[in-house]
């Protein structure tokens, strides 16, 4: 069986993996279940390439983006002359994934009138085209998903109790990520690498304050706002460490702890971000020091003493002589 790629290792995400692992390779139907941006499409894509059917299609629709009027004919597909504007025929996305697997996103907004002829592909696999009277027959795993309580929704008549219990073979519940703290790191890691590349940019560092007010987020739009603010800190961090451009209310009720840092060593990070702003250029109307505040010398024996190396900004012979006698001046004095 191929392997699940999926970041996390929290004990709610490990248990979501470890049902994958036990339906990927039969062809129960799979109802995933999670607040929005927890990550269903994924899962879904996961659960058929680790299926028997990986190398066939992997057809995905979305029933709450399509008017109701065309719901039927976009899964189910149409004749020519079916109704106006059908110039020919087309095949719905039930043939498309012919051999392979449809996931149908927001179930519960399917219309009440549509639903009898999806029951009828999950238990006969066969449907008509709208329009036609001929029979297709189809071979197709269905993956559904939704963020509704879809018992409710049965019980308020909005939803075919056959159809749900037809679906709701196996259930997986997706974790929001508020339930999955530890994962923030690895995710935002991931989002960081990925988006840097893409922007052209070096991000190797995030910082501890930063991680901190990550996690203390509630994430109501779950995995996808977190990757939208890691996709935004990227473009506007001035330099290798990771920025926050809009800040993060902190909406969990925990406290956040900030991690303790000395004074030497929230010096030595303020100093070691200045030179990366200036390309580690010390000197001159637009190197560190001047944008420290400090004598060029006094910034050189502060590196010194915080264990910055130079060897970006090397310093000529004449220079570093200059340098240390001022350094042992400052030193002594």
Same mark, same amino acid.
């Given at each position: 069986?191929?392997?699940?790629?999926?970041?996390?290792?929290? +004990? !709610?995400?490990?248990? $979501? &993996?470890? *049902?994958? /692992?036990?339906?990927?390779?039969?062809?129960?139907?799979?109802?995933?279940?999670?607040?929005?941006?927890?990550g269903k499409e994924v899962i879904a894509r996961a659960i058929h390439d680790a299926s028997?059917?990986?190398?066939?299609?992997?057809?995905?629709?979305?029933?709450?983006?399509?008017?109701?009027?065309?719901?039927?004919?976009?899964?189910?597909?149409?004749?020519?002359?079916?109704?106006?504007?059908?110039?020919?025929?087309?095949?719905?996305?039930?043939?498309?994934?012919?051999?392979?697997?449809?996931?149908?996103?927001?179930?519960?907004?399917?219309?009440?009138?549509?639903? +009898? !002829?999806?029951?009828? $592909? &999950?238990? *006969?696999? /066969?449907?008509?085209?709208?329009?036609?009277?001929?029979?297709?027959?189809?071979?197709?795993?269905?993956?559904?998903?939704?963020?509704?309580?879809?018992?409710q929704l049965v019980n308020r008549k909005l939803f075919r109790a056959d159809l749900f219990?037809?679906?709701?073979?196996?259930?997986?519940?997706?974790?929001?990520?508020?339930?999955?703290?530890?994962?923030?790191?690895?995710?935002?890691?991931?989002?960081?690498?990925?988006?840097?590349?893409?922007?052209?940019?070096?991000?190797?560092?995030?910082?501890?304050?930063?991680?901190?007010?990550?996690?203390?987020?509630?994430?109501?739009?779950?995995?996808?706002?977190?990757?939208?603010?890691? /996709?935004?800190?990227?473009?506007?961090?001035?330099?290798?460490?990771?920025?926050?451009?809009?800040?993060?209310?902190?909406?969990?009720?925990?406290?956040?702890?900030?991690?303790?840092?000395?004074?030497?060593?929230?010096?030595?990070?303020?100093?070691?971000?200045?030179?990366?702003?200036?390309?580690?250029?010390?000197?001159?109307?637009?190197?560190?020091?001047?944008?420290?505040?400090?004598?060029?010398?006094?910034?050189?024996?502060?590196?010194?003493?915080?264990?910055?190396?130079?060897?970006?900004?090397?310093?000529?012979?004449?220079?570093?002589?200059?340098?240390?006698?001022?350094?042992?001046?400052?030193?002594?004095?």
């Amino acid at each position: 069986m191929a392997p699940v790629d999926l970041i996390g290792s929290s +004990p !709610k995400f490990r248990a $979501v &993996l470890a *049902e994958l /692992e036990k339906v990927a390779p039969v062809d129960s139907s799979v109802l995933l279940q999670g607040e929005t941006g927890t990550g269903k499409e994924v899962i879904a894509r996961a659960i058929h390439d680790a299926s028997p059917r990986r190398n066939n299609r992997f057809v995905a629709l979305n029933c709450a983006a399509i008017p109701a009027a065309l719901l039927e004919s976009e899964l189910f597909g149409h004749e020519k002359g079916a109704f106006t504007g059908a110039w020919g025929l087309a095949k719905g996305r039930f043939q498309s994934a012919d051999g392979g697997t449809i996931f149908l996103d927001e179930i519960g907004d399917m219309p009440l009138e549509i639903q +009898p !002829k999806l029951l009828r $592909v &999950l238990q *006969e696999r /066969e449907f008509e085209r709208l329009g036609s009277g001929q029979t297709v027959r189809v071979n197709v795993r269905v993956v559904a998903a939704t963020n509704q309580d879809l018992a409710q929704l049965v019980n308020r008549k909005l939803f075919r109790a056959d159809l749900f219990y037809r679906l709701n073979v196996v259930p997986i519940h997706l974790p929001p990520l508020r339930e999955r703290i530890q994962d923030i790191l690895p995710l935002t890691q991931c989002f960081v690498a990925r988006f840097a590349a893409r922007l052209n940019k070096t991000i190797d560092v995030i910082p501890d304050d930063v991680l901190a007010v990550l996690k203390a987020h509630d994430w109501p739009g779950n995995v996808r706002e977190l990757q939208n603010v890691i /996709e935004r800190a990227v473009l506007f961090s001035p330099g290798p460490a990771l920025s926050l451009h809009m800040g993060l209310t902190p909406t969990r009720k925990e406290t956040i702890e900030m991690p303790k840092r000395t004074l030497a060593e929230a010096d030595r990070e303020h100093i070691l971000e200045t030179l990366h702003k200036t390309n580690w250029m010390i000197g001159g109307q637009d190197g560190a020091a001047n944008l420290l505040g400090l004598p060029r010398t006094t910034l050189i024996y502060k590196m010194r003493k915080l264990g910055i190396e130079t060897r970006r900004s090397p310093v000529t012979p004449m220079l570093r002589e200059l340098a240390e006698e001022e350094c042992c001046a400052a030193a002594n004095g």
